[in-house]
């Protein structure tokens, strides 16, 4: 089937729901080539969401009439990009991109168009030259246009794609046309229309007339960006006759009030250029007022702190007056990076000084950046700026109080004897900021004064910021009966109704409690009340008491009407606390519900909803919720990375809830699919009875019970409701065993180890792993770490080494699967030889696996450049990376992304990617370039929004040489990179073992 076709076919509604044409359109028109079929379904869609039908095109053979009649779609919808995509953006021999063109001009030409017609537009998308520096066939092309038609694929090109490839390719390929190129533009009155590119290759040609070509444009182009990059091109090539010409520019741009990321360009240069020279231009532009629009006052705070980043590593404690400047204006954000630099300069002389901008930063209007300026009193000299933050506990920001209420309890309980007075305060926030401040001094004492508080204090939003505060200091308090029901009359005689206009409460199913008494109207009504003032997915913990005088047996009809009265009404965010009640009163019903509501949200753009879900299955508890929860860690990896990410989050913390690792859950929540340890099923069918066991390959194997022959199937003679279990159970297992297999293979990887009778409890006796146990090498460890013997298990569960011998399993020690590094190539060897001979196919790559060790002359390597250069379509990547387990690092700048990361716990490293072009909502058009490689000690690097703290030197403590990097996490990691660049072996990136 056509790959084009084929991709079509498989599309998302969700996604065809954007397209400019429906499905069957597409299909009739890409097999039969009718456009007016197009034009009868016009959808006035999006051409992006046929993208895939581009990328589709990289499997389809030169000769397609489909192919053929993608390309005249494109023209027809004026798609540049999507043509480019289809001719071979990423094509990896040129030869593959002449064919495809010259493929592509013919079928352009049915349609009046050439690809010289359309040079212009796949300038941006098809690459004018190879990494070796000669020219593509599109490049080719492009030589062969005269200057006016090479002009207007300049014009057309853009900064970091075909600007710069298609100026290189002519100042490579054509010396001296592009000096006549932009001459002519000039004298035409097109001087605006020359790209920067142009201009810098002009201004570091060498040439006298380029030159004043080029200093012509840094006094007049209209672009403050361009005059400054073509004034600092020529400074640099030419420092004293250009400088002058260099600094005009840069003060000129500076000064601009609307120049927000040239004014932060301009100010870096002419401190690295000029030092302090102009610093009273600088301290101008960084005391400026900023814009009242939110958006652009955020990117130039971004900007102005770039800046000062770049002046204080210039100039460390002589920059101090730049940094004072910053307190001309309201610009919270500026006023706290020149704070953080201050303090870090860690000058005792300045110290007054730093408190009183500190009380300046306290007293701004932007709510995040004085709770910045508040956590940043901590690390200072607090009793200076005490008094001044005491009255933030009652600020109108919850952050702020928040960061207050953890800033002052660094003092300690010294201080508890102003909790009376807070109490009394009348602001309801001010009070509960105080709750957070005792929760963070957490000594007995203060926790004694959240519990007396408890008892007087009426208002309900204060309680439950106090008992939420004693249950994450460890001090939780239940209410006894009387104070229960105290609880319940108070609260129902402010109620008028149930919590929800769609909550019907006089229809909701009964339940009972534990002693056999229904669970009356009046119980009920004050459970939904409480239970809807939580936005978290938990109980509400003034009613945990009732919930845990309720019989879980009978509350399952309760949980559902609850929760499919909230479906009903449109499933509200708002009323998300319906999810919570749910769980906590519900059985395996919610299960299958929840797990297609997860899909149905993920694909419907509701992914918050969805991570509620995800979290509600945890909170259910069960074996099979938290089975749910293990296989959406695995199914939401790499596509709707926000619900996988919730629910490894859920899976830890239900971990944690249980005194248990993760990996320890998962073994207790793997399904038993109806089995007992160690036995098969007997099913009765007729008059015979079939054994049913689970096989060394993952399948269900059905005997006959008396004679012990196979049988192919569950007999016809079955039972109605067995052949309908074993269909679901078909559907489960299969589900199963893909989690099973990536958990086992990431486990691997992490050499994680089972104590053996645990061990022996699980793979020797579990259905579902009795197969990893015979199909893969396992490995007997000492107290020690020290690998003492290798075995896995037969048919019928002995275990045996490679010599065919029986071996007995240490009562001590631990066992786990081998990795081929931890084999000498003997052992190595006769197990590979041992699984060809019992025709073992294991699970996963084990033995085979490409193994990469360091090289002699790496060992002292912090950073490897071996992949830096790589470029790959941003989207390929992407997927490559993810779905190997790596993640990106800190979001900066713009949404840019400078680093992908993955961790090694067990191994106590982690190795970061640099990259160049990857951002946050990166496109199927973008390119990203792969840096340099490096690996840090676990958890030494700060990951967040806006964080810069990657190692930029050797020098960095927090960076492991190759040489000391555990060798499995180094192979791991240096595999993972090879197959990520698309390399043929790892052997390209390290050497192969």
Sequence with gaps: MSAILEALAKASESNLGYAPYSRAALAEFLTCGNLQTLARSNQ???????????????????????????????????????LATSIGKWAALPAVQASRLALAAGALRQRHFTLVDLAPKLVKWLPASTSAAHPTPFGELLLKLDDAQLFACLKESWDGCGEKSVVELVRRDA?????????????????????????????????????????????????????????????????????????????????????????????????????????VAIERYLGGELSTDKWRRKNQCDYKSTVLDAVVKRFAKDAVPLLAACFASDQGDVQVRALEHWIALKEPMQAKAIAGHLRTAFAGADGVAVARAVRLAADFDLARVEADLWPLLAHKS????????????????????????????????????????????????ALAALRDRLDDEENDDVRDAILLALEKAGGGTDADPAELKRRMKATLAKLDGPPAKWLAVKQLPAAKLKSGKPLDADALLYLLHRQSRVKDIRADLEARPLYSLIDRETSGDLALAVLHSWQGAGADSEHRWALAFAALLGDDRLVPLLTRQI?????????KLSEYAVQALALLGSDTALLAVDALTIRYRSKFK?????????????????????EELGDRVVPWLGFEPGKPRLIPCGKTQVEVRLGSDFKFAFRDAATGKKVAKLPDSAPADVKAEFKELSASLKEAVKAQLLRMEALTVRQFRWTTARWRELYLAHPLLVPFAQRLVWGHFDDTGKLTATCRALDDLTLTDTADESFTLPATGQMGVVHPLELAPEPRTAWVRHLADYNIEPPFAQLDRPVVAVKPEQAALKFSKELAGTS??????????E????????????????????????????????????????DMYSDVTLGEVFFVKSGSVKIGGYEYDEPANDADPRLVAFGAVPPIAFSEALGDLARIAGKETAAKVGEQD
């Excluded at 009394?424 to 001094?441: E, F, P």
């Excluded at 899909?599 to 992914?607: I, S, V």
């Excluded at 619900?643 to 690792?661: P, S, W, Y």
Aim: with cysteine.
């Design 599 to 607: 899909r149905d949200w993920a694909e419907a753009a509701r992914g």
């Design 872 to 881: 790959l379509n941003a989207m390929t990547f992407k997927g490559r990376a």
């Design 44 to 82: 006035q869609g999006a051409n992006w969401a046929l993208s895939f039908l581009a990328f589709a095109a990289e499997h389809e053979p030169d000769d397609s009439p489909v192919l053929r009649r993608l390309w005249e779609l494109c023209v027809a919808l004026r798609d540049p990009g999507l």
């Design 175 to 279: 010396p001296g046309r592009l000096r006549r190129i932009v001459a002519q533009a000039v004298s035409g009155g097109q001087f605006n229309e020359v790209r920067e590119a142009a201009w810098l290759a002009l201004a570091t040609s060498g040439e006298e007339a380029d030159f004043t070509l080029a200093a012509q444009a840094a006094k007049e182009h209209r672009s403050e960006s361009d005059r400054l990059s073509i004034a600092n091109a020529l400074a640099t090539a030419h420092p004293g006759r250009f400088m002058e010409l260099f600094e005009q520019t840069a003060l000129a741009v500076l000064g601009e009030r609307d120049a927000w990321c040239q004014a932060a360009d301009a100010a870096i240069a002419l401190v690295e250029r000029s030092g302090l020279r102009h610093r």
């Design 398 to 445: 919850r952050g702020v109080r928040e960061a207050t209420a953890a800033t002052l309890a660094r003092l300690g309980v010294s201080r508890l004897t102003r909790a009376k007075e807070l109490w009394a305060a009348k602001k309801a926030d001010t009070r509960i900021a105080t709750a957070s401040w005792l929760k963070a001094i957490g000594t007995p004492a």
């Design 883 to 922: 779905r190997l387990g790596w993640g990106r690092g800190s979001v900066c700048d713009a949404g840019g992304i400078s680093f992908y990361r993955k961790t090694f716990p067990n191994a106590g490293v982690e190795v970061f990617l640099g990259l160049e072009g990857m951002y946050v909502g990166v």
């Design 642 to 662: 926000n619900i996988g990410k919730a629910a490894t989050e859920a899976f830890a913390e239900a971990a944690a809830a249980r005194g248990l690792t993760p």
